[in-house]
């Protein structure tokens, strides 16, 4: 009888999964409480593919022998649990996906940095000429791309919410770049189940794997404590320590992985600035040594990568007063990476669905280095109850376009612009994405008044 298999949810990751299994074979439908997008809906009937918006037919998804979830799909929803009680497997695009490929895996997960290590690697090994893919947050979804392609190597962006969900699946290089608090509403409110949901990463790795990670982070050194980990470990650092693999001396970044030649490059000469980005490139370049490219392969590519879209992303100099999309920053910690490399005075904006957050963390850049905040959010009682007395000026703004023209009217010549807001953008946008992109439209456009 055919095995019958169940996605639920209807974007990226779902509907490779739906592809996935309909090109293995087995019997697959698809479902989603919302709406699906066209492409999605094209791309399911090319498949000759049964699908269903706008509900979750109980007796039909109940009826399956395992069931694919979404990342985005909540442990507590009322259908995830019917599942549960029926004992019927539930499992991630990613861990469905690994069945059906012996490519070797670079996974990659961290509160910040994720998505630019994720991409600075697969950069890395696309200059190296090896047939690699990239998946996860980012690119097409690993399960589409085991369908449709065949890689030798994929670099895995994943999130907390998909290592959930993850069991017999294996990185064969994984990396935590850091943990902070982030999704804790995901993790009833409890640090440790977002630490174990992150270290999930290393699962059923052996002593022929390799794991890649911050030594100074003090969660993960705490971690580390209470666990045994069974592959090679390579930590990095910003400076030189005992048993680093990667650091920075006196200018030089020095890249020391076990069992692999020794390479050096002037840490000037790396495209990406800041100290997280000093420490993604660390992560990357140690990785790529890991699969045995060559370090001149690895220094060029480090030094001529492009910049992820939303994440520090500069989008012009109006009136000398110079504008930084940083988007991505959803919650405080990517903030205070961006806070920490800036050099000017700055007119941040924050706000949106907050997640919990400890604006404390960022609380002495802001006293540094912050003229004015500008809040845009629904509700920016929080922020403005944290910061009202510690900066000049806290501006109430509850819309994209209000909060531009007061950064525009607050921002003098030889300063910064920075949106990096803390916070989820499901209050006032689609995304993250689509936050940014309507920041970066409305700064340019001030250019016309």
């Not at 019917?82 to 012996?102: L, N």
């Not at 998909?162 to 943990?179: E, G, P, R």
């Not at 940083?326 to 205070?336: L, P």
């Not at 531009?404 to 910064?416: I, Y």
């Amino acid at each position: 009888m055919t095995r019958r298999i169940a996605v639920l949810g209807g974007g990226e990751s779902g509907v490779g999964a739906a592809v996935l299994a309909k090109v293995k074979g087995l019997d697959v439908w698809l479902s989603d409480s919302g709406k699906i997008a066209d492409k999605y809906k094209t791309r399911l009937d090319e498949y000759h593919i049964d699908w269903e918006e706008g509900r979750h037919s109980e007796e039909k998804i109940l009826s399956a022998d395992e069931v694919v979830k979404s990342p985005g799909i909540p442990e507590t929803s009322p259908i995830i649990q019917k599942i549960k009680s029926k004992h019927i497997p539930v499992i991630s695009e990613i861990e469905f996906a690994g069945r059906y490929t012996d490519a070797k895996m670079v996974c990659i997960t961290g509160s910040n940095g994720k998505t630019t290590t994720t991409m600075l690697t697969y950069h890395i090994l696309k200059d190296a000429g090896i047939n690699v893919g990239i998946a996860g947050n980012v690119g097409t979804s690993l399960a589409y791309q085991v369908a449709t392609e065949k890689h030798d190597v994929y670099v895995i962006e994943l999130s907390s919410f998909q290592l959930d969900n993850m069991y017999d699946f294996k990185a064969n290089v994984a990396v935590i770049l850091n943990i902070t608090p982030d999704h804790l509403d995901r993790y009833d409110y409890k640090m440790q189940n977002y630490v174990n949901a992150k270290f999930r990463i290393l699962q059923n790795q052996t002593k022929e794997d390799s794991f890649i990670y911050w030594e100074d982070d003090p969660i993960i050194a705490e971690q580390l404590k209470h666990i045994k980990v069974e592959a090679q470990m390579l930590p990095f650092a910003e400076n030189y320590e005992s048993g680093a693999c990667a650091y920075k001396d006196n200018g030089i970044l020095t890249f020391s992985p076990k069992g692999h030649e020794t390479f050096k490059m002037p840490a000037d000469q790396l495209s990406l600035h800041g100290l997280h980005n000093l420490y993604n490139s660390m992560a990357a370049g140690l990785s790529a040594s890991l699969l045995d490219i060559r370090k001149d392969v690895i220094r060029k590519a480090l030094s001529d990568f492009e910049s992820v879209e939303h994440r520090l992303e500069y989008v012009d100099t109006i009136n000398g007063v110079k504008y930084i999309n940083d988007s991505k920053a959803t919650n405080v910690n990517s903030c205070w990476y961006a806070l920490e490399s800036m050099t000017t005075p700055v007119v941040l904006i924050l706000g949106g669905k907050d997640k919990g957050n400890d604006y404390s963390e960022i609380e002495k850049f802001v006293k540094e280095k912050v003229t004015a905040i500008v809040c845009m959010g629904k509700d920016n009682t929080k922020i403005i109850d944290f910061f009202s007395g510690k900066v000049p000026v806290v501006s109430d703004t509850h819309s994209i376009d209000d909060a531009v023209a007061e950064c525009a009217r607050l921002a003098k010549p030889g300063e910064t612009v920075l949106l990096s807001p803390c916070c989820a953008s499901f209050d006032l946008f689609k995304s993250y994405e689509d936050r940014g992109r309507q920041f970066k439209d409305l700064v340019r456009k001030l250019k016309e008044k």
